[in-house]
């Protein structure tokens, strides 16, 4: 089965991942590395050294802002493949966003922003609502992946998830 790994387990991040990882083979990386090994232990993640995240078919991240997200992709750049999605679950700036997924297209990878509504109980509870800020075709490839059971929705184009 194709991998999934997700990026920055804070309050959000860390329950999302657990729902992914009860589904898909999930790769966890976080900045301080002790939460990702909490995380495998505790739901059958692996937790990997950065670059291993580019195993992955669909990379999740949810950091503070798309500051960090665009550092953490500036790192992982290099091992990146072609045809990856990179779907962003932070709250971050619809301009910021734009350049992000430009950057990532020149290596092939289709970047999602895609904030989520609900809160950290509707992250531990499998409840949140994700808006994503692409056309439906263009993230059609990576809706079996949601990090909600619950469901994905559309809101135009890119950076208009993050409005
Ligand atoms: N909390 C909510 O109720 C809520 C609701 C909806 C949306 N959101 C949005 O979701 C996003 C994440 O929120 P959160 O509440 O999960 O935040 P959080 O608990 O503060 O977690 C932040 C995560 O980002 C990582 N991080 C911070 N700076 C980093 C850097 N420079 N490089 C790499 N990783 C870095 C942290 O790693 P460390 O563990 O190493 O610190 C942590 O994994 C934000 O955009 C927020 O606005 C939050």
Known sequence: MEKVAFLGLGAMGYPMAGHLARRFPTLVWNRT???ALRHQEEFGSEAVPLERVAEARVVFT??????????????????????????DATSGEPEASRRLAERLREKGVTYLDAPVSGGTSGAEA??????????????????????????????????????
């Open 33 to 35: 590395f002790a939460k």
């Open 62 to 87: 949810c950091l503070p802002t798309t500051r960090e997200v665009y550092e953490v992709a500036e790192a992982l750049y290099p091992y990146l493949r072609e045809g990856t999605y990179w779907v």
């Open 126 to 163: 499998g409840t949140l609502t994700v808006m994503v800020g692409a056309p439906r075709r263009r993230w059609s490839g990576c809706g079996p992946f949601s990090p909600t059971p619950r469901r994905w929705s559309t809101w135009g184009p890119w950076g208009r998830g993050t409005r």
